[in-house]
């Protein structure tokens, strides 16, 4: 599938992958080929089931992870929307009253950011056809950087920490943003039954993807726990590690800086 020309950098392959394969991706076996596949074949109902299915939740969620991102500091620099999807983080934070910045958004399936093209200006918001292991940026080039909703997706997390730790300048932030599980028993019980039953069942029909929505709360359960996750970044060179939840430990933040 050639690349727009819209998208810089360079487009990877997409290779098809069964239905089975999404509880062994979910565990890390065949992570990186299934997800790339996954996202490029939902991309054209990606954003109507993000809101649908999160009750439109999910735009309070990025808005709070841009509001710790640090960017007033520094609101003529460059930032880095990580796992950029359809761009709405990165869009989202090309319109944030004082910033005077740009934004490259990076993902690996090149379909679902041409599907972004378009949420803001072109020379405010510019789509990386990129892996997260492997950024196509010199060290040192961000002023900050936010994942929403796709670090869980990455084949290996300690080698996408410190790779995105690489990119950012001295004193930069990255901000992560990913679903979690609730730790109050009546909410999780709640949560689970529409995470696993409901979700799935609504996923499949929108977007008419046999596994993609069976892989997301298989994803979600084998991701760290938010202690756990916060450990990791400290042990990739990140300081000042913080974290908190979000709609009853539905989905959490995490922030570090460099």
Not at 11 to 16: I, N, S, W
Not at 133 to 145: R, V
Request: charged share 20%.
């Amino acid at each position: 599938m050639p690349c727009s020309p819209s998208v810089v950098i360079r487009c990877f392959g997409m290779l098809g992958t069964p239905h089975s394969a999404a509880a062994s991706a979910a565990q890390g076996e065949g992570k990186r080929d299934y997800v790339q596949q996954m996202f490029s074949d939902i991309a054209p109902r990606y954003d109507l089931l993000n809101h649908v299915l999160s009750l439109n939740i999910d735009r309070r969620w990025r808005r709070r992870a841009l509001a710790l991102l640090g960017w007033t500091g520094r609101p003529q620099g460059t930032y880095l929307d990580l796992c950029a999807g359809t761009l709405d983080v990165g869009a989202m934070l090309t319109r944030q009253d004082g910033f005077d910045g740009r934004v490259i958004g990076a993902d690996f399936a090149v379909p679902m950011l041409r599907h972004g093209i378009g949420k803001a200006p072109a020379d405010r918001l510019a789509p990386v056809g990129a892996d997260a292991l492997q950024l196509p940026f010199a060290d040192d080039t961000f002023d900050g950087a936010v994942v929403a909703f796709g670090i869980r997706n990455v084949a290996d997390l300690d080698a996408c920490l410190k790779e995105v730790r690489r990119v950012l300048t001295p004193g930069a932030r990255f901000v992560i943003l990913e679903f979690s599980t609730p730790r109050i028993a009546v909410v999780r019980m709640a949560y689970q039954f529409y995470f696993h039953r409901i979700l799935p069942l609504i996923g499949r029909l929108v977007s008419g993807h046999g596994s993609a929505y069976t892989y997301l709360p298989l994803s979600v359960a084998h991701f760290p726990t938010e202690t756990a996750l916060a450990d990791r970044m400290r042990a990739a060179g990140y300081n000042a590690v913080q974290w908190e939840r979000l709609s009853l430990g539905i989905a959490a933040i995490h922030t570090g800086t460099v």
